[in-house]
């Protein structure tokens, strides 16, 4: 059976911090505006305190929230 | 023959229609279903009227430490819980180093709100390795026990101090596999891991800290042994919740084990939840990916007092610094004018009084206040031109603290959504928490509100389908050999009780804990016998727990 789109996500590999993550997923995209929407879709990870403390498991998205459309 | 039930409805477990017949018992196991057994034997049992059925299989309790001075589980073996699954949410009692034990009993204290005196002098440390926790168990056991090794006292184990701070490398991540290994061989059932749970320095737990690779590692560990891989997700968070089902999927189909997840909750709030998650995961078991959500089958609701800090607390930071206070400072602090006013401005932010407005009192100490019992605070506040917030404040200190709220409204209480949930063929009957949150809510009953509710009320399960999916198919899935089925050769773990009458008691307050420390509970109804490896654990008849300690853990 063939998996529906589901919202792509990543987890960070050992020593990743926002700015790194957003190169490795959004590099074709200006580095800041990356490290932006990437937080913007992650408010769950960039609201808590610390404040944008990425842990090991943590689910990070790489793209915004899907539409009914997909 | 040891036991014979007579006369009984039997619903075997296997999902076909009741029938009729005797089950007789042999050392432990059953060796004859159906049929009338001829001639006697040293007891038996008249089961007329009631179902025999399979002893129930509660698959995430944190009964960790109180089965080490309660071997019966107190009260989950009244009601029909036969096998009990501890070490859920990352956290078990071994493996741990004597060093790390207060970190341990921090966490258990803040995630599963155990209170200091079920740890302080109620049983004797005497492990570190998980064979010889089991050893320390083995002797005490009503229930049997199928226990989980926890992620995060795996990684304290490795790590030491550097399990909350960062990944591990490539030795470290060898050594947990090696620990892991170790306590699959002495009889884990599987490893937990938590994405959500935080310490009692309200800092992520250990298991928290883990990368891909690491889990991936463990769960290729998992895969030696065909083992169970259970994970506490962002079950508030839809999104992410499918995520998880994916990162599982991944998991299972590349090891080959069996995962499950719990909690899945429905609720009003975020009503498209159920109906997202379970087509993931129906698209991924059709995969060949084993990814079972456990669904509780009662409400949620939460009862509290300012003695203790409550995780209904643990979304508003100043009230949960301030539950955590002593006593006499925490009265000083609601007392202040001025911390008050910060604290009901962060309950009631601008106004907004939705947090508590619902809540109800339950109980309290002052004779003058009981016509408050019952109401909501938010007609109280209305009454008293107050706020709910406040007016709960003001209740609490005129009852010097010894006042308890309710709240009613939590979720998962639509019992035509709930009740499709729990009938659903990828549905894993379980999250109960059986053990865990002691003075919030009793983590007990579940399977007969799961009767009383669903079978005998509303009809979404069938009695022989409810049956199932707490005996058989818990053991399919969790790889309990043996166990789950009336049929011979199997263990004798049977539970008689009547259709008619199965249900929870009225949760109450219990002071049954060491140093008479305050719990709920809720008592059963309609359980008749209670057999655990073929001697009668629970009588209704002989006015409930016995002396029998015939529990095991259960093995591979």
Redesign the interface.
């Known amino acids: 059976m063939e998996l529906s789109r589901a919202r792509s996500f990543t987890t960070a590999r050992p020593g990743e911090e926002w700015a790194d993550i957003a190169r490795r997923t959004l590099a074709d995209q200006d580095p800041g505006q990356a490290v932006e929407a990437l937080q913007s879709w992650n408010l769950h990870l960039f609201l808590r305190q610390p404040r944008g403390r990425i842990l090991g498991c943590d689910v990070i998205f790489t793209e915004p929230p899907l539409t009914d459309a997909g | 023959m040891d036991l014979i039930i007579r006369n009984g409805r039997i619903v075997d477990g296997t999902g076909l229609p009741a029938y009729q017949g005797d089950i007789g018992i042999r050392d432990g196991r059953i060796v004859s279903v159906g049929g009338r057994i001829p001639g006697t034997a040293a007891e038996e049992i008249d089961a007329a009227g009631r179902v025999v059925a399979p002893g129930f299989i509660d698959p995430h309790t944190h009964f960790d430490v109180q089965l080490l001075w309660d071997g019966q589980a107190r009260p989950a073996l009244e009601h029909g819980i036969t096998t009990v699954v501890p070490g859920n949410c990352s956290l078990s009692l071994a493996p741990l180093k004597v060093e790390h034990r207060p970190r341990l009993v921090g966490m258990f204290q803040q995630i599963e709100e155990m209170p200091d005196a079920a740890f302080d002098g109620a049983f004797e440390w005497t492990w570190e390795s998980f064979a010889d926790y089991l050893t320390a168990l083995r002797s005490k056991l009503a229930v049997n026990v199928a226990p989980l090794a926890g992620h995060s006292v795996i990684r304290l184990w490795v790590m030491g101090d550097a399990a909350n701070e960062?990944?591990a490398n490539a030795d470290e991540i060898a050594g947990m596999q090696e620990l892991l290994r170790q306590c699959l061989e002495a009889g884990a059932v599987g490893l937990s891991?938590s994405?959500v749970d935080v310490d009692e320095r309200l800092q992520?737990v250990p298991?928290?800290?883990?990368?891909?690779?690491?889990?991936d590692a463990l769960a290729a560990v998992l895969g030696e042994y065909g083992r169970m891989l259970q994970v506490v997700p962002?079950f508030y968070?839809t999104?992410?919740t499918?995520?998880?089902v994916?990162?599982l999927a991944e998991l299972s189909l590349a090891h080959q084990i069996p995962t499950t997840f719990s909690p899945l909750f429905d609720s009003a709030a975020n009503p498209d939840n159920i109906s997202r998650v379970m087509?993931?995961v129906e698209?991924?078991m059709?995969?060949g990916a084993r990814v079972w959500p456990q669904v509780q089958t009662r409400p949620i609701d939460i009862s509290f007092t300012f003695e203790v800090a409550s995780l209904l607390f643990a979304g508003t930071p100043g009230w949960y610094r301030t539950m955590r206070l002593p006593r006499d400072e925490k009265i000083a602090a609601l007392r202040d004018p001025e911390r008050l006013a910060r604290l009901l401005e962060e309950a009631e932010p601008g106004g907004n009084t939705d947090r508590f407005r619902n809540m109800r009192v339950r109980a309290v100490a002052r004779r003058e206040d009981d016509i408050l019992v019952g109401r909501s605070l938010g007609d109280i506040a209305a009454e008293r031109d107050s706020t709910p917030a406040r007016v709960m404040v003001d209740i609490a200190l005129a009852n010097d603290l010894d006042a308890s709220f309710v709240a009613t409204d939590l979720g998962h209480n639509d019992p035509a959504r709930v009740g499709a949930l729990l009938a659903h063929p990828m549905v894993h009957i379980g999250a109960s928490d059986g053990g865990a949150h002691i003075q919030s809510f009793a983590t007990y009953g579940d399977t007969g509100y799961l009767f009383s509710r669903f079978v005998r009320e509303r009809h979404d399960l069938t009695l022989e389908a409810a049956v199932k999916k707490i005996t058989a198919d818990t053991a399919r899935i969790w790889g309990i050999a043996g166990r789950g089925l009336l049929q011979p050769g199997f263990a004798a773990d049977i539970t008689v009780f009547d259709p008619d009458v199965i249900d929870r008691g009225d949760e109450v307050v219990a002071h049954d804990m060491p140093e008479a420390g305050m719990r709920y509970v809720r008592g059963s109804r309609g359980i008749d016998t209670v057999v655990v490896n073929g001697a009668v654990a629970w009588s209704a008849a002989a006015g409930g727990y016995t002396e029998a300690r015939q529990g095991q853990v259960v093995t591979r």
């Open positions: 960062r990944a891991t994405f992520p298991s928290r800290y883990a990368h891909a690779e690491e889990i962002e968070a999104d992410i499918l995520a998880r994916d990162q087509a993931r698209q991924q059709a995969r």
